[in-house]
């Protein structure tokens, strides 16, 4: 396994990072503590989950696999100590008022109830799942002071920002002497590349490490079409990436075609192009299995030139930073 820092910070994370989105709707509780148990193993110290995961298709459970989590950590072994643990906030918990968005209320009672489900008595990495618009960040860099005075948040991350929610939040933060934001995930593989346009350039100059989120885009950069010929699509996953996979159809195929040239997986080259962009710190893979794991990990090995790179910015386009991706 390969080790980098979050960001700018001195703390040390693997270059993937378990997500568990799966765990509870899709993976059970006994094969998501082997799942985690493996990543262990492998060198995988970090692990993403949020306070909403676990709902099941008419939305109810939310908190599950936090619990599923908290009932991992309390095994003992050392399986809290060797984590690296982010969880979020922000999702509505239920439908009473101040059960989520990031009023200092809401901040409060969300991470005191991520912290009985996971059984710990500190969150590594809170992240704000999305951005509050009704919340001042005054309010919300009060709350999370809080919250790392008394020990129980460390760092401080956003997930699915803009470029100018991130600066704004960070000026804020600078103006209070709070070293604020750390991290930031955002969708981003070879087919979503918007975050470069404003994004990215924002982490680079505020040293945020990136942790892209469906970096497969829901396996259709996973050999989605070699896996429909040979009849192993997962179809339950896949239904609703079909349509995308209908507008890109040529280009994903141009791609596998492209891998099998490099004698690489599909899935191995798109997570390994997402480890050599810039900021990123760690993309979330969400496997469902130890061998959807250990493909994961493979990508590491993967080692692309400029040839490479060049031919899958042709293959899938990306941006430049604004405003010279628009204008002059």
């Given at each position: 396994m390969e080790y980098t820092h979050l960001g700018r910070t001195g703390l040390?994370?693997?270059?993937?990072?378990?997500?568990?989105?799966?765990?509870?709707?899709h993976t059970e509780e006994a094969e998501a503590h082997r799942l985690m148990d493996t990543a262990h193993e492998r060198g995988i110290n970090f692990f993403d989950t949020a306070n909403s995961y676990g709902?099941?298709?008419?939305?109810?459970?939310?908190?599950?696999?936090?619990?599923?989590?908290?009932?991992?950590f309390a095994k003992g072994g050392g399986r809290r100590e060797r984590t690296v643990l982010a969880t979020k906030a922000y999702a509505d918990m239920s439908d009473w008022p101040n059960e989520g968005k990031l009023s200092a209320l809401a901040i409060r009672k969300a991470v005191e109830a991520s912290l009985r489900r996971l059984q710990t008595d500190h969150i590594d990495l809170y992240q704000m799942h999305h951005?509050?618009?009704?919340?001042?960040?005054?309010?919300?860099?009060?709350?999370?002071?809080?919250?790392?005075?008394?020990?129980?948040?460390?760092?401080?991350?956003?997930?699915?920002?803009?470029?100018?929610?991130?600066?704004?939040?960070?000026?804020?933060a600078r103006a209070r002497h709070f070293l604020g934001l750390v991290s930031e995930q955002s969708l981003y593989n070879l087919l979503d590349?918007?975050?470069?346009?404003?994004?990215?350039?924002?982490?680079?100059?505020?040293?945020?490490?990136?942790?892209?989120?469906?970096?497969?885009?829901?396996?259709?950069?996973?050999?989605?079409?070699?896996?429909?010929?040979?009849?192993?699509?997962?179809?339950?996953?896949?239904?609703?990436?079909s349509e995308l996979l209908g507008r890109h159809r040529d280009r994903i195929q141009a791609y596998e075609d492209f891998?099998?040239?490099?004698?690489?997986?599909?899935a191995e080259l798109a997570l390994a192009w997402l480890l050599s962009r810039p900021a990123v710190t760690a993309p979330i893979i969400g496997p469902r299995t130890p061998a959807h794991l250990d493909a994961a990990i493979g990508a590491l090995d993967v080692k692309l030139d400029q040839k490479t790179l060049d031919h899958l910015d042709d293959l899938f386009p990306g941006r430049r930073p604004a405003p010279e991706d628009y204008a002059w």
């Open positions: 040390t994370v693997s270059r993937l990072c378990l997500g568990t989105m799966n765990f509870g709707p709902r099941d298709s008419e939305g109810r459970l939310r908190g599950r696999t936090e619990e599923i989590i908290g009932r991992w951005i509050d618009r009704a919340t001042p960040w005054e309010e919300i860099w009060q709350a999370m002071e809080v919250l790392v005075a008394q020990g129980k948040i460390i760092y401080v991350g956003s997930s699915n920002f803009a470029g100018w929610h991130i600066a704004q939040a960070q000026e804020t590349r918007t975050v470069e346009l404003e994004v990215i350039p924002a982490l680079q100059h505020y040293g945020l490490g990136l942790m892209p989120w469906s970096p497969l885009r829901s396996g259709l950069l996973g050999g989605v079409l070699r896996k429909e010929r040979e009849g192993t699509r997962d179809r339950s996953a896949m239904a609703y990436a891998a099998a040239e490099l004698g690489t997986d599909p």
